[in-house]
Nanobody
Framework: QVQLVESGGGLVQAGGSLRLSCAAS????????MGWYRQAPGKQRELVAA???????SYEDSVKGRFTISRGNAKNTVYLQMNSLKPEDTAVYYCNAQGVVTITKPNLEVWGQGTLVTVSS
């Protein structure tokens, strides 16, 4: 069973920073791509940042220049550094892994449980 465990959410004032972490565990052979999504109250889930299949990065327009996705030294770990946070960044942030290959499954998509980020004005 593959799990994504997130941490690092919380309450921060506008202009502050937070760092989210996501670690994949389980009998994983490989993961094609990992990224971060968010869902604000009353809105659809949207992509925030991700590593593409080729290894490059992709960002939602409103977070470009403020958020940075990076890989950890540990295998199958990703981070999201969020700077200059705004109240409109308030949402539940979800880690996502696509193209996960395990012992029994060739192509899974896995979601984390979500971590709440609240930015006060």
């Amino acid at each position: 069973q593959v799990q994504l465990v997130e941490s690092g959410g919380g309450l921060v004032q506008a202009g502050g920073s937070l760092r989210l972490s996501c670690a994949a565990s389980g009998s994983i052979y490989s993961i094609n791509s990992m990224g971060w999504y968010r869902q604000a109250p009353g809105k659809q889930r949207e992509l925030v940042a991700a590593f593409t299949r080729g290894g490059s990065t992709s960002y939602e327009d409103s977070v470009k220049g403020r958020f940075t996705i990076s890989r950890g030294n540990a295998k199958n770990t990703v981070y999201l550094q969020m700077n200059s946070l705004k109240p409109e960044d308030t949402a539940v942030y979800y880690c996502n892994a696509q193209g996960v290959v395990t012992i029994t499954k060739p192509n899974l998509e896995v979601w984390g449980q979500g971590t709440l980020v609240t930015v006060s004005s």
